[in-house]
Each structure stands twice: as structure tokens, then as C-alpha cells.
């Protein structure tokens, strides 16, 4: 079983960057996709970034395209989204998701099967 766990979040001002990190625990790491996703208070959680088991294949939301650069490291176990120019509606809990398909990125959440727990981000004006 693969567990993630988030890290880097925190409190920042707008035009700050960011580190998130996504540790995954168990076997097979390098054989999944990974996908970051968000969720504000009030809102639907919405696809953020994605990136295929050998980084090959990226994806971003308009949203942040430009901002952020999502990144793998698999022999240490760990995505990383690096995100630059914060902005206030950039605020929302950060959380990464493991699927089975390594081949393709996903935008949707019925496309993952491992979740992690989440990082907030707040971004001040």
C-alpha cells in the first residue's frame, strides 16, 4: 500500500514562491503518476498539476501554467511542486494523488487512487 504525505506548505505573502513536496512510502513509487490538486474553502477540489512515472508527460491548469513546475525525483520517493508569483487566490489545501496509470498524467480525481492528507497554503495580499 503507498501512502503520500505533503510537506512545504505554509504562509506567504503574494509574489512568494514555494516548495511543496509529496513523500510516498511503499513499493513501486516510480510506477505511478502523480497529480497535485487544491481545494479552497467553499469550493470543488480542482486539478493543479500532474506528471507521468518518468517525467516524460506534464500537465498544468491554466490557472498556474507558468507559475509552477512539477518535478520527480524517484529515487527518493518524492514529487515536488514548485510554485512562484503566489497570489491570493492561490490559498487552498495542496494535496497529491498516486494512480496506478504511470503512463498519463490525470486532471480528474477519479483518475488517482492513493490521496494524500494535504498542505495548506495561504497567500497574503
Known amino acids: 500500500q503507498v501512502q503520500l504525505v505533503e510537506s512545504g506548505g505554509g504562509l506567504v505573502q503574494a509574489g512568494d514562491s514555494l516548495r511543496l513536496s509529496c513523500a510516498a512510502s511503499g513499493r513501486n513509487f516510480s510506477s505511478y503518476a502523480i497529480g497535485w490538486f487544491r481545494q479552497a474553502p467553499g469550493r470543488e477540489r480542482e486539478f493543479v498539476a500532474a506528471i507521468n512515472r518518468n517525467s516524460a508527460r506534464t500537465d498544468y491548469a491554466d490557472s498556474v501554467k507558468g507559475r509552477c513546475t512539477i518535478s520527480r525525483d524517484n529515487a527518493k520517493n518524492t514529487v515536488y511542486l514548485q510554485m512562484d508569483s503566489l497570489k491570493p487566490e492561490d490559498t487552498a489545501v495542496y494535496s497529491c494523488?498516486?494512480?496506478?496509470?504511470?503512463?498519463?498524467?490525470?486532471?480528474?480525481?477519479?483518475?488517482?487512487?492513493?490521496w494524500g492528507q494535504g498542505t495548506q497554503v495561504t497567500v497574503s495580499s
Open positions: 494523488a498516486g494512480s496506478f496509470d504511470g503512463r498519463n498524467t490525470h486532471r480528474i480525481v477519479s483518475g488517482y487512487d492513493y
